[in-house]
């Protein structure tokens, strides 16, 4: 259980036309999803933190015009990029937020688990 | 500020020798701490989390970690390594305070495991 996909798992554009990227939760639901960029060789950095039926909260130089995120149901959040430009290049991975149990492991009230999706791949050329 | 910190970005091990990963984490109150590994272009799998009791985690494919609260560390751990851990290990965190972070993972900077044959 816990699935999260991503689609498409790879894209190459032109620079100048706009590409969405869907993150779905297959067999739960997600009332939070998060988005995340990662540059070769580097860490993921957090872009915004998509709740269904609101708007997306950005992170700090995150352009919101730039990478818009809807999150129209409990299993489907969508990263559009528009107008990309060869520096919007990179892997970006989506997560969704769910209430499971852990095998065991007493999870604290507090916290729900995320899951990752397997990542989409964007090249602008 | 909260921050994760893996000082080691790239280590090599041989196939069959033991391995340490060092995270060190920066917080007001004791994070929930996670280890993820990532596959050349894929995405994250857990490997294991610590949310509070016994410091000492075992996870998924032979990996277990440590918690020490005196060093804010969280290291990971295999006796014997496999060809088939060469992969980047990231180390995260989770403030356990539901009202900071909204639950934002922060993860450390990654590091990348070679494997010798």
């Known amino acids: 259980g816990a699935v999260v996909s991503q689609h498409p798992s790879r894209v190459i554009c032109k620079s100048g036309t706009s590409v969405k990227i869907e993150c779905r939760s297959l067999d739960f639901q997600a009332t939070t999803m998060f988005w995340y960029r990662q540059f070769p060789k580097q860490s993921l950095m957090l872009m915004a933190t998509s709740n269904e039926g609101s708007k997306a909260t950005y992170e700090q130089g995150v352009e919101k015009d730039k990478f818009l995120i809807n999150h129209a149901s409990l299993t489907l959040s969508t990263l559009t990029v528009t107008s990309a430009h060869p520096e919007d290049s990179s892997f970006y991975i989506c997560?969704?937020?769910?209430?499971?149990?852990?095998?065991?492991?007493?999870?604290?009230?507090?916290?729900?688990?995320?899951?990752f999706g397997p990542g989409t791949r964007l090249t602008v050329l | 500020a909260q921050s994760v910190t893996q000082p080691d970005i790239h280590i090599t091990v041989s196939e069959g020798a033991s391995l340490e990963l060092r995270c060190n984490y920066s917080y007001g109150a004791t994070p929930y701490l996670f280890w993820y590994v990532q596959s050349p272009g894929q995405g994250l799998q857990l490997l294991l989390k610590y949310f509070s009791g016994d410091t000492l985690v075992q996870g998924i494919k032979g990996f277990e970690a440590e918690f020490k609260r005196s060093q804010s560390s969280f290291n990971l751990r295999k006796p014997s390594v496999h060809w088939s851990d060469a992969a980047e290990y990231f180390c995260?965190?989770?403030?356990?305070?539901?009202?900071?972070?909204?639950?934002?993972?922060?993860f450390g900077q990654g590091t990348r495991l070679t494997i010798n044959p």
């Open positions: 995260a965190a989770v403030s356990p305070l539901p009202f900071q972070g909204a639950q934002k993972l922060v």
């Open positions: 997560s969704a937020r769910a209430r499971t149990g852990t095998g065991g492991q007493r999870v604290p009230s507090s916290y729900n688990e995320q899951f």
